[in-house]
């Protein structure tokens, strides 16, 4: 089982990012590999201006390909998602998200835009043909404290067991999503098919 977790946020201080690392731990306890990618080591040419071609852009595009799900995590920026990842995401091919499962991970300033993923990132997941977007975490900035020397990031009980809830969820669907068929292997079982009355 792959999962691709995708940081969207621009500071490397991130509290969404402190939720995506939490998820990918609980997913590597279980036996599931996660590959991560933080839209901020992206090069910003790449994104700007939409470079399809890019190694790296490419390399991300293929690892997209093989995932069984996705994690995207971001800031609340502007009562929406943030630009950046948007620009990540544009370079992603139509149908890129077919048949993958995704959970989407968003902290803000305040609970006043706690929809944001609902009425801006998932119609753009849907457009990618997402198969089941799960209903993701929102956590307000007083519920993530980040790591301070030895001491780890530190969340709220309410959202640990509410991201834990989560995670279980998504990797249920995981573990029954049925793996699409390979192309012209349709075509060939419709060809060869014995049909009876
Ligand atoms: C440019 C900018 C715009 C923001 N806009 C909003 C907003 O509209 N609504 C909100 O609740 N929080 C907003 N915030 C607060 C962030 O969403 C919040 O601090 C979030 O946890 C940051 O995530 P990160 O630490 O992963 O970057 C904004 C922060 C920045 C820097």
Redesign the pocket.
């Known amino acids: 089982m792959l999962v691709v977790s995708i940081g969207g946020?621009p500071?490397t201080?991130?509290?969404?990012?402190v939720l995506l690392e939490r998820s990918r731990q609980w997913l590597q306890n279980r036996g599931v590999e996660v590959v991560t990618f933080q839209v901020r080591d992206f090069a910003a040419e790449d994104l700007l201006h939409a470079r399809f071609d890019s190694p790296q852009v490419q390399h991300f595009q293929q690892l997209v390909a093989q995932a069984d799900g996705l994690i995207v995590a971001t800031?609340?920026?502007?009562?929406s998602f943030a630009g950046a990842l948007k620009t990540l995401l544009d370079l992603l091919p139509e149908r890129a998200l077919a048949h993958k499962i995704v959970l989407p991970i968003a902290?803000?300033?305040?609970i006043?835009?706690m929809l944001a993923v609902d009425y801006a990132l998932k119609p753009v997941l849907s457009a990618l043909k997402a198969q089941e977007t799960l209903q993701g975490i929102f956590a307000d900035?007083s519920q993530v404290t980040y790591a301070e020397g030895s001491r780890p990031a530190q969340l709220l009980p309410v959202l640990e067991e509410r991201l834990h809830d989560s995670l279980e969820t998504f990797h249920a669907a995981l573990a029954r999503r049925p793996s699409p068929v390979a192309p012209g292997l349709l075509n060939e079982r419709l060809i060869s098919a014995r049909w009876s009355i």
């Open positions: 946020s500071s201080r991130s509290r969404s990012g800031p609340v920026y502007k009562a902290t803000g300033g305040s006043a835009h900035d």
